[in-house]
T-cell receptor, first 115, second 112 residues
């Protein structure tokens, strides 16, 4: 069985300051992990994915995430927030449980960026 | 261009009037899925399909039906819509070794 917990429902930062969105997961197998972003009234866009090639994953728009197996975490970071980063962010885990590929979504973290 | 398409994008209907939301992907993916998104609840899986003629319930299947007669299409059917099915619906397909999901643009459904 797999699960995802996004530890914060809302994160508020000032423009130009660092962003940290936290995600913890559980998985019985070697998981694939993803972060998706959803801007207001838009669909979901893939930010980055972890696929066991490297623990530090770089995504689009300056975002990064680090896979820490010992902490079962996959936190999303960005050194300097921009106003355009204001959106909903979803952490997703997907493993091959029983040969299937059923992904599990976190409940989302709303990132608010103040000028 | 690799994509997942959904139609309609917006729909307002009345209680009890059957409707279908279409979903199509052009990436030859075997796995497809429907989600609904509601404020504070994130995305919840309604149904998924591992391949043609193979469908299974997700977390919130009540009030929905699906079919998978062809690999590329995975329509969502509401036989008798109710107001609690007012939501934003996303179709997705999964492909590649690392199970990346590709999402459609979403369908905003309002049931009066």
């Amino acid at each position: 069985a797999q699960s995802v917990t996004q530890l914060d429902s809302h994160v508020s930062v000032s423009e130009g300051t660092p962003v940290l969105l936290r995600c913890n997961y559980s998985s019985s197998y070697s998981p694939s992990l993803f972060w998706y972003v959803q801007h207001p009234n838009k669909g979901l866009q893939l930010l980055l994915k972890y696929t066991s090639a490297a623990t530090l994953v770089k995504g689009i728009n300056g975002f990064e995430a680090e896979f820490k197996k010992s902490e079962t975490s996959f936190h999303l970071t960005k050194p300097s927030a921009h106003m355009s980063d204001a959106a909903e962010y979803f952490c997703v885990v997907s493993d091959r449980s029983g040969g299937s590929y059923i992904p599990t979504f976190g409940r989302g973290t709303s990132l608010i960026v103040h000028p | 261009e690799a994509q997942v398409t959904q139609n309609p994008r917006y729909l307002i209907t009345v209680t009890g009037k059957k409707l279908t939301v279409t979903c199509s992907q052009n990436m030859n993916h075997e796995y497809m899925s429907w989600y609904r998104q509601d404020p504070g609840l994130g995305l919840r899986q309604i149904y998924y399909s591992m391949n043609v003629e193979v469908t299974d319930k997700g977390d919130v299947p009540e009030g929905y039906k699906v079919s998978r007669k062809e690999k590329r299409n995975f329509p969502l059917i509401l036989e008798s819509p109710s107001p609690n099915q007012t939501s934003l619906y996303f179709c997705a397909s999964i492909g590649g070794y690392y199970n990346e999901q590709f999402f459609g643009p979403g369908t905003r459904l309002t049931v009066l």
